[in-house]
T-cell receptor
Framework: GQNIDQPTEMTATEGAIVQINCTYQ??????LFWYQQHAGEAPTFLSY????GLEEKGRFSSFLSRSKGYSYLLLKELQMKDSASYLC????????????FGAGTTVTVRA | DAGVTQSPTHLIKTRGQHVTLRCSPI?????VSWYQQVLGQGPQFIFQ???????GRGNFPDRFSARQFPNYSSELNVNALLLGDSALYLC??????????????FGPGTRLTVT
C-alpha cells in the first residue's frame, strides 16, 4: 500500500517562497507527481519526478530523494493566484496510470 | 482541442438510488481513470480502463462499477448510494508520451451529493 504525508496548511506572503514537503512509504515506487487544485476545480499537473534531483519549471521546482522517500515542491515569487491546494501523488509500480494521492496542502498567499 | 469532459456537473441523489457518471477523454487518449475525492482529502483511485478493459481497481465495494466504450468514453456506475458516497468524482484521461512517461489530465469532475 501507499502512505503519503504532507502538511495540511501553509501561509505565506506575496512575493515570498514556500516549500511543501511530502514523505511517502510505498510498496513500489514509479514516480512522484505534484498537482495544483483550486477550490471546486480539477487538479492540474505541475511536475513529475522519477529520478533523484531537482526539476525546475519557471516559478515552480520539485525535488525527489528516493532513498529518503521524500519530495518537496518549491513555489517562488508567490502570487495571489497561487492560493490553492497542492497534491503530492505517487505512481504505482503495478499500474502506470494509478496514482495514490496525499490529502493535499492548502497554501494561502496573503498580500 | 477539447479537454476531458464530464457530465453532469452536479447531481443530487437519495440514499439507495443509483447514479451514472460520464466521461469523454481527450481525443487520442485511450486510457480513462476514475477517482473519488471527498472534501478535504486527496483523490482516491477507483478504476482504470484501457482499450475497453479494466486494468486497475482501487479499494471500493462492488457497488461501484465502470465500463469503457469503443470511442474510449467511460461511465462510472454506483448502486445503492450511501451518504458517504457524496464526493467529487474525477475522470482522468491519459496517454503514453515516451517510455515510462505519460500525460494525465483531469476533467472538471461531477459533484455528487447523496441525501
Amino acid at each position: 500500500g501507499q502512505n503519503i504525508d504532507q502538511p495540511t496548511e501553509m501561509t505565506a506572503t506575496e512575493g515570498a517562497i514556500v516549500q511543501i514537503n511530502c514523505t511517502y512509504q510505498t510498496s513500489g515506487f514509479n514516480g512522484l507527481f505534484w498537482y495544483q487544485q483550486h477550490a471546486g476545480e480539477a487538479p492540474t499537473f505541475l511536475s513529475y519526478n522519477v529520478l533523484d534531483g531537482l526539476e525546475e519549471k519557471g516559478r515552480f521546482s520539485s525535488f525527489l530523494s528516493r532513498s529518503k522517500g521524500y519530495s518537496y515542491l518549491l513555489l517562488k515569487e508567490l502570487q495571489m493566484k497561487d492560493s490553492a491546494s497542492y497534491l503530492c501523488a505517487v505512481r504505482s509500480l503495478s499500474n502506470d496510470y494509478k496514482l495514490s494521492f496525499g490529502a493535499g496542502t492548502t497554501v494561502t498567499v496573503r498580500a | 482541442d477539447a479537454g476531458v469532459t464530464q457530465s453532469p456537473t452536479h447531481l443530487i441523489k437519495t440514499r439507495g438510488q443509483h447514479v451514472t457518471l460520464r466521461c469523454s477523454p481527450i481525443s487520442g487518449h485511450k486510457s480513462v481513470s476514475w477517482y473519488q475525492q471527498v472534501l478535504g482529502q486527496g483523490p482516491q483511485f477507483i478504476f482504470q480502463y484501457y482499450e475497453k478493459e479494466e486494468r486497475g481497481r482501487g479499494n471500493f465495494p462492488d457497488r461501484f462499477s465502470a465500463r469503457q466504450f469503443p470511442n474510449y468514453s467511460s461511465e462510472l456506475n454506483v448502486n445503492a448510494l450511501l451518504l458517504g458516497d457524496s464526493a467529487l468524482y474525477l475522470c482522468a484521461s491519459s496517454r503514453p508520451v515516451s517510455f515510462g512517461l505519460y500525460e494525465q489530465y483531469f476533467g472538471p469532475g461531477t459533484r455528487l451529493t447523496v441525501t
